[in-house]
């Protein structure tokens, strides 16, 4: 017999397999000013300061990093958004 935790948890794993996660890469570009990134970040990802400022660095040393883990349904409009001005991102 399945004790009621049980078939709580078989449930959440069941909607964690059915809810894809992706995430919005962001890409390093020679035209954006740290600033800029920063701000898009905070206002279009939500990001505190503090994250956004890291997620910058990351994109500019690395040439790339994860700004932001959803479904797709929640990123899309936000990626739309950041390419809008004319930074370099996409849904993986």
């Known amino acids: 017999m399945i004790n009621t935790k049980e078939k709580k948890q078989e449930s959440v794993d069941v909607l964690e397999q059915k809810t ?3 995430e919005i890469i962001l890409f390093n570009d020679d035209v954006n000013t740290f600033d800029f ?3 898009a970040l905070i206002d279009i990802c939500e990001h505190s ?3 956004a400022e890291q997620c910058t660095l990351l994109v500019h040393f690395k040439g790339k990093a994860s700004v932001k883990n959803g479904s797709y349904k ?3 409009p936000r ?3 950041l ?3 004319g930074l ?3 849904i993986v």
């Open 88 to 90: 370099s991102a996409e």
């Open 74 to 76: 929640e990123l899309e």
């Open 20 to 22: 894809k996660k992706y």
């Open 79 to 81: 990626c739309t958004k």
């Open 37 to 39: 990134v920063i701000d």
């Open 49 to 51: 300061p503090e994250q």
């Open 83 to 85: 390419l809008n001005m």
